[in-house]
């Protein structure tokens, strides 16, 4: 990492890049600098930002524009560009142009900024976290996506308005692919420590899990125009957070496993240890029969894009 202040290059100026954007400078986190094909969108977005930084006294530079040269020694790669999600859509409709995207993103990025660690929010985020890895060739963990920090924080704030409780006494987090498959762990979530079981009764608790994972889905038809950008861009802010201040933070990211949970030669939504150098370590749970199966059939339903795309194999420095 660079001396002197840190520097995140965001991918895409849409409302996610923004609001990525946004929430990295209200932290202090670091400079941005902000990128899109679209030139003047990004320029605007930036000066926009750039302009409330007085007023809420925060030291952060925001440059924005479509030139690559812009991510010159960036610390942090985040990619939120991409097409977004319509009413009646999944993730996995957006599988060949947003591969397409990325994959011309990633390419052009790590030229600019070789050693930069590498998040990915563009969905199906699983399968383009595979792809930007294998099209930059960089170590598996400096390159890794969000979908779990996001799904864990749409739990708890199910969880915390269903229990009538504080959201700071939720503790949840969800694993597998970022889709209908994903697994919230019941059984490793709590409220103050309890069990969710003290607080709501197993049909409220089922209701909440089938919320999680259609979570995405509901606001992008309730939006109509778009899809979730506010917690997504919260989400890789906390991630970006994790690695610039080498924080150590034990959070569910979508990693590379290399035989953990049984599994090879994939990205999927795990337990991470995140630091300075992104993910340094894939954490593994203790598994009931009925959580791994789900957590295999998660598995399986990333495998199936990878392989229609044809990029899986291989392997990362």
Same mark, same amino acid.
């Given at each position: ?70 991510? *010159? ?210 954490? *593994? ?33």
């Amino acid at each position: 990492m660079r001396a002197g202040r840190a520097k995140v290059a965001v991918m895409g100026a849409g409302a996610t890049g923004a609001a990525t954007a946004h929430w990295i400078a209200a932290k202090e986190i670091a400079d941005i600098a902000l990128i899109d094909v679209a030139e003047g969108l990004a320029k605007g977005k930036a000066l926009d930002l750039y302009e409330a930084m007085p007023i809420e006294d925060l030291d952060v530079r925001v440059e924005g524009g479509g030139d690559y040269r812009l991510a *010159e020694g960036a610390d942090v790669v985040v990619i939120t560009a991409g097409v977004g999600r319509k009413p009646g859509q999944s993730r996995d409709d957006l599988l060949r142009v947003n591969y397409e995207i990325v994959a011309s993103v990633a390419r052009q990025a790590v030229e600019r900024a070789p050693d930069a660690v590498y998040i990915v929010l563009t969905n199906p985020v699983d399968v383009l976290t595979y792809a930007v890895q294998k099209t930059t060739g960089l170590p598996y963990g400096r390159v890794f996506g969000q979908a779990g920090v996001l799904d864990s924080t749409r739990f708890r704030t199910f969880v915390a308005e269903a229990a009538g409780v504080s959201v700071e006494d939720v503790f949840a987090f969800v694993m597998g692919g970022h889709g209908d498959d994903m697994v919230p762990l019941v059984r490793y979530s709590t409220i103050g420590g309890l069990p969710l079981e003290k607080f709501l009764d197993r049909d409220t608790i089922d209701r909440i899990v089938a919320r999680t994972r259609g979570g995405g889905g509901e606001i992008v038809s309730l939006l109509q125009t778009g899809s979730a950008f506010y917690a997504p861009g919260a989400a890789i802010a906390a991630m970006v957070e994790a690695v610039l201040r080498d924080k150590r933070r034990v959070i569910p990211v979508v990693a590379h496993l290399d035989g953990e949970y049984g599994e090879r030669d994939i990205y999927v939504g795990v337990p991470a240890l995140v630091g300075r150098n992104g993910v340094e370590r894939v954490l *593994e749970v203790d598994f009931t029969p009925e959580e791994a199966a789900a957590f295999r059939r998660s598995v399986a339903s990333v495998r199936g894009p990878l392989e229609s795309l044809g990029i899986a194999g291989g392997s990362g420095r």
